[in-house]
């Protein structure tokens, strides 16, 4: 009956028992399931970049079996949510010996450790990139600024966020294009 929250249960479990901000768990499960990790949620491009009603709802019935917590921080823009494993969630996750994501471990890590502006970028160029008929970078920087012009993103750190994209396997970099890319 829990199986589906596993990998959500093991994905926070992975990060030291909790995430900070419903903007990053997203970005997190988006980001990870491209990259070949057992996530089966559908992502639609939202505000925020890919956004999945399902994993929105799943983390709600986790909050109701009380596998996880909610906890709101205001914040000067509003409120951050916090999410973390409970003693319930914790029970179900030492049920299960092998995890799913356990090849996604360090990668889990290093993603966790950016920030949602950060996590939002990369998600959002990754759709763009998977959106377009041909991956061109000069195109994929332009659609970022327009798309997201109110986050003000300039040239480095979309260039930094394809970078990343290219050196973890998320994208295959276009051997006939010049990067634009400064660092």
Same mark, same amino acid.
């Given at each position: 009956?829990?199986? &589906?929250?596993?990998n959500v249960l093991q994905l926070i479990d992975y990060l030291g028992g909790s995430i900070d901000g419903r &903007? =990053? !768990? /997203?970005?997190?499960? +988006?980001? *990870? /399931?491209?990259?070949? @990790? $057992? !996530?089966?949620?559908?992502?639609?491009?939202?505000?925020?970049?890919? !956004?999945?009603?399902?994993? #929105?709802?799943?983390?709600?019935?986790?909050?109701?079996?009380?596998?996880? %917590?909610? %906890?709101?921080?205001?914040? +000067?823009?509003?409120?951050? +949510?916090?999410?973390?494993?409970?003693?319930? @969630?914790?029970?179900?996750? /030492?049920?299960? $010996?092998?995890?799913n994501l356990e090849p996604f471990k360090d990668l889990i890590r290093d993603l966790g450790q950016r920030d949602?502006?950060?996590?939002?970028?990369? #998600?959002? %160029?990754? !759709?763009?990139?998977?959106?377009?008929?041909?991956?061109?970078?000069?195109?994929?920087?332009?659609?970022? =600024?327009?798309?997201?012009?109110? /986050? &003000? +993103?300039?040239? #480095?750190? *979309?260039? &930094?966020?394809?970078?990343?994209?290219?050196?973890?396997?998320?994208?295959?970099? $276009?051997?006939?294009? =010049?990067?634009?890319?400064?660092?």
């Amino acid at each position: 009956m829990f199986g &589906k929250y596993l990998n959500v249960l093991q994905l926070i479990d992975y990060l030291g028992g909790s995430i900070d901000g419903r &903007k =990053k !768990f /997203q970005k997190l499960v +988006y980001l *990870i /399931q491209h990259r070949g @990790g $057992p !996530f089966k949620e559908v992502f639609q491009y939202h505000l925020y970049g890919p !956004f999945s009603e399902q994993l #929105a709802n799943e983390l709600e019935e986790m909050k109701g079996f009380r596998l996880v %917590t909610e %906890t709101p921080e205001r914040t +000067y823009s509003g409120h951050k +949510y916090t999410y973390s494993i409970t003693e319930e @969630g914790k029970n179900l996750l /030492q049920s299960v $010996p092998n995890s799913n994501l356990e090849p996604f471990k360090d990668l889990i890590r290093d993603l966790g450790q950016r920030d949602a502006r950060n996590l939002e970028l990369m #998600a959002t %160029t990754l !759709f763009l990139s998977e959106s377009a008929r041909s991956v061109n970078e000069s195109n994929i920087v332009k659609n970022v =600024k327009d798309l997201k012009s109110e /986050q &003000k +993103y300039d040239d #480095a750190e *979309i260039g &930094k966020s394809l970078e990343y994209l290219y050196n973890h396997g998320f994208l295959q970099k $276009p051997e006939s294009e =010049k990067s634009l890319i400064v660092i």
